[in-house]
C-alpha cells in the first residue's frame, strides 16, 4: 500500500525538549497521543529523563513520594550486589521474583503544537507530571480521545504497585483533571472510542496474565468513562505472524463507513514492533471483519531498527488532514515518526 514516512523523520528527538529539572537529561521523546485543537495539531508526548551521571560511583533514581507528591532522588550504590545493573533501564534486585525494583528514569506527559501537523514545537514545562503513590515512577504512552467538547487523555501509572491505567480530561490543553484509574494492574495500551455506541461506551485494552496466555487485545464497556465491565478478548496474537508474540491498541479507532478502523501493534518473536490494522463492526465493535496479514509500517529505517530499544514502530496517535491520514509513532523508544496515508489504502489491505 502507499504509506509514506515523511522524507525528514524523525520529526521530533530528544534535543527539541529541554528537561523539567537542571539536574536530569532527557533520554526519550516518543509515543504521542494526537489531537486537532483550534487548528493546530497537538502532541501528547512521552517524555522520559533520568539524573544526569554524577561519576561517583552512584546511581540516583527518580521517585515521585506518594504522599507529598514531590520529586526524590534514590542514591545507589553501583556496587551493591544486592542490585542487578545489566539492563540501564532498570534495576533489578539480584534475589526477587519481581520484574524491576526501579526504573532508571521518569516519564511524564508534554504536549508539542504544529500548524501544519509536521514542524512540531515542544512545551518546555510537563503537562501531566507524576504525583501520586500509582504515578511514583512515572506516567507513560498517552492516548487522546475527543468525545463532544472534551480529550480524554489515558496514560500507563508506573509505581511498587505496578502498571495501572489513568484518565484525565482537558478542554482547551493548558489545564486538565484527573479522573482517576480506571483499570487495574497490569493494564496498558488503552484506547476509547469517541462516541458511544448502543448507549454505551466502549475501549480497547491489554492486560497481561501472570499465569497463562499472551498479551492481546480486549475490549470493555462502560456507562459513565470511569467504570468498566464486561471484559472480551478482541483480538489474539497469531503464530508466525509478524503479530505472534504480544499486541496492542495504538490509536482511537476511527469511525469510516465500513466500520471503525483501529492500527494496533504487533511484535514477533524476534521482538520487531511493527503496525497494522483491525476493522471492527459499527454497531458490533467486538466483533472483527477484517485484519492485516502483512504490516502496514515495520522499522526498516535507520532510525527505526537502532536505538534506546531497537526495531519499534509504535502507533499511538493520528488525526485526519486534508483527505490523509497522519500517524504519529514512537519510534525505538526516543523519538517520533510521521507516516501519511488514505484510509480507503489502509482498509484496502485487510483481509
Not at 108 to 115: E, F, P, Q, T, Y
Request: net charge negative; hydrophobic share 35%.
Amino acid at each position: 500500500m502507499d504509506i509514506k514516512r515523511y522524507e525528514f523523520n524523525p520529526i521530533i528527538t530528544c534535543r527539541d525538549a529541554e528537561p523539567s529539572n537542571k539536574n536530569f537529561e532527557v533520554i526519550g521523546v516518543f509515543n504521542p497521543g494526537a489531537a486537532e485543537y483550534e487548528g493546530e495539531t497537538v502532541l501528547a508526548v512521552r517524555v522520559a529523563e533520568r539524573f544526569k551521571d554524577s561519576g561517583d560511583g552512584h546511581i540516583k533514581i527518580p521517585v515521585v513520594d506518594g504522599e507529598s507528591g514531590l520529586l526524590k532522588a534514590l542514591d545507589i550504590d553501583k556496587g551493591d550486589m544486592t542490585y542487578d545493573f545489566s539492563d540501564s533501564r532498570v534495576i533489578r534486585k539480584r534475589e526477587s521474583s519481581h520484574d524491576f525494583a526501579y526504573l532508571t528514569s521518569m516519564s511524564h506527559i508534554r504536549l508539542a503544537r504544529s500548524k501544519d501537523g509536521v514542524n512540531f514545537k515542544i512545551e518546555d514545562r510537563p503537562f501531566i507530571f507524576p504525583k501520586n503513590k500509582y504515578e511514583s515512577f512515572g506516567v507513560e504512552d498517552p492516548r487522546i480521545t475527543k468525545i463532544e467538547d472534551s480529550y480524554y487523555i489515558t496514560c500507563s501509572a508506573v509505581s511498587q504497585y505496578g502498571i495501572v491505567t489513568a484518565l484525565s480530561v482537558t478542554t482547551d490543553f493548558r489545564s486538565y483533571k484527573r479522573l482517576g484509574n480506571i483499570f487495574g494492574t497490569e493494564n496498558k495500551d488503552v484506547v476509547i472510542f469517541p462516541e458511544k455506541i448502543n448507549g454505551r461506551y466502549f475501549a480497547l485494552n491489554r492486560p497481561v496474565s501472570k499465569s497463562t496466555g499472551d498479551p492481546v487485545i480486549w475490549i470493555s464497556e462502560s456507562e459513565d468513562l470511569i467504570h468498566w465491565g464486561n471484559h472480551q478478548v478482541l483480538a489474539g496474537t497469531r503464530k508466525n505472524f509478524w503479530d505472534s508474540k504480544k499486541i496492542g491498541a495504538g490509536i482511537p479507532p476511527i469511525k469510516t463507513g465500513s466500520g471503525w478502523l483501529e492500527l494496533y501493534h504487533g511484535v514477533d518473536d524476534q521482538e520487531h514492533y511493527s503496525m497494522g490494522a483491525l476493522l471492527l463492526d459499527s454497531s458490533c465493535p467486538s466483533k472483527i471483519i477484517a485484519r492485516s496479514e502483512k504490516p502496514i509500517l515495520k522499522p526498516q529505517e535507520n532510525y527505526e531498527t537502532e536505538g534506546f530499544f531497537s526495531n519499534v514502530v509504535f502507533p499511538c496517535g493520528a488525526v485526519e488532514k486534508q483527505n490523509q491520514l497522519y500517524i504519529y509513532y514512537g519510534i525505538s523508544d526516543n523519538s517520533i515518526g510521521l507516516a501519511t496515508a488514505k484510509v480507503e489504502d489502509i482498509l484496502n489491505t485487510l483481509v
